[in-house]
């Protein structure tokens, strides 16, 4: 009954500007109102803190960043995950999907429309390229908070390579590099292919850093993410690798920025990430958890 009495007060107050809309629809959900009027009222950050979880989309098979079974995924985006969930006193659900054609393909699925297949979106994304071009195309998604930068590097023995100038310098040499990505496209197109007998492709570019490591291949073309996380992952010494940064056409020379993704219009929740990511980067957390798996924080 008093929910009901004080429902009918907080309608009849707002709605003659004794109190405000939002502070109403607060009233009514800390009583335990029906949310059918607070629903539609509610703004974008709100909607999310009434359901209690942050819903994070991030890559399957995107080692060093997610990787792992549901339900038990590793990697530096999954920890960023927690921590953001943490800062906005929410818990985390995990939307693991697998890459489609294109980021545009990505965004609509998991941000701003849902898969075809039921599931999404999400109430943000990770690991999304911070770029105009991108941003651009893509009106219905707000592209922002980057929290590192991709390097194209090259991982390299230094008993085969002991220093590397340009990319001429590679043939004759085994090299590696990931299936299907713009590294491996942009080492095989070099010179017309200059170099394309040279290379094997691996599944990961952790792997194919590792096959640097084990001597299988004398320089792997991958992202400095990947090169640092291999190596730290197989505790190799200083001195068992070098990395050097090599541009090749089709690539931007100084990488690119990994921010995130919300839904076009999400402003409360956009401002509410700002001051998590602030919060995690002036505690030392973020910076923790590039050092323990071995990565550079490098400034986007």
Same mark, same amino acid.
């Given at each position: 009954m008093l929910v009901s009495t004080t429902a009918s007060y907080s309608a009849q107050a707002a709605s003659t500007g004794m109190i405000s809309r939002r502070q109403s629809i607060g009233?009514?959900?800390?009583?335990?109102?029906?949310?059918?009027?607070?629903?539609?009222?509610?703004?974008?950050?709100?909607?999310?803190r009434a359901k209690g979880t942050l819903k994070v989309a991030v890559y399957k098979d995107n080692a060093p960043f997610s990787s792992g079974v549901a339900g038990d995924m590793l990697g530096l985006d999954v920890s960023l995950a927690e921590a953001l969930a943490k800062q906005l006193n929410l818990k985390l659900a995990l939307l693991p999907f697998d890459a489609g054609e294109n980021m545009n393909d990505d965004l609509r699925n998991m941000v701003w429309k849902g898969h075809y297949l039921g599931y999404g979106p999400a109430d943000v994304m990770l690991n999304v390229p911070v770029d105009k071009y991108l941003i651009q195309q893509n009106r219905q998604v707000t592209i922002f908070l980057p929290y590192m930068r991709q390097v194209p590097v090259l991982f390299h023995d230094p008993l085969k390579l002991a220093q590397v100038n340009g990319p001429d310098e590679l043939k004759d040499h085994k090299l590696a590099a990931e299936r299907?990505?713009?590294?491996?496209?942009?080492?095989?197109?070099?010179?017309?292919?200059?170099?394309?007998?040279?290379?094997?492709?691996?599944? #990961? $570019?952790?792997?194919?850093?590792?096959?640097? +490591?084990?001597?299988?291949?004398d320089a792997a073309y991958v992202l400095r993410s990947q090169a640092e996380a291999a190596a730290a992952q197989a505790k190799a010494k200083p001195e068992d690798f070098l990395i050097s940064q090599m541009s090749l056409t089709g690539l931007p020379e100084n990488g690119w920025p990994l921010g995130?993704?919300?839904? #076009? $219009?999400?402003?409360?929740?956009?401002?509410? +990430?700002?001051?998590?990511?602030?919060?995690l980067r002036e505690n030392g957390e973020l910076m923790a958890m590039f050092k323990s798996r071995g990565m550079t924080l490098t400034a986007p």
């Open positions: 009233l009514l959900l800390a009583l335990g109102a029906s949310p059918v009027f607070a629903e539609d009222e509610l703004d974008d950050l709100s909607k999310i299907g990505t713009g590294t491996a496209s942009a080492l095989m197109g070099h010179h017309s292919g200059m170099l394309r007998s040279q290379v094997s492709l691996f599944n #990961s $570019g952790i792997d194919a850093a590792t096959a640097v +490591l084990r001597g299988q291949a995130m993704a919300i839904k #076009s $219009g999400y402003k409360d929740l956009g401002q509410a +990430l700002e001051v998590a990511m602030k919060a």
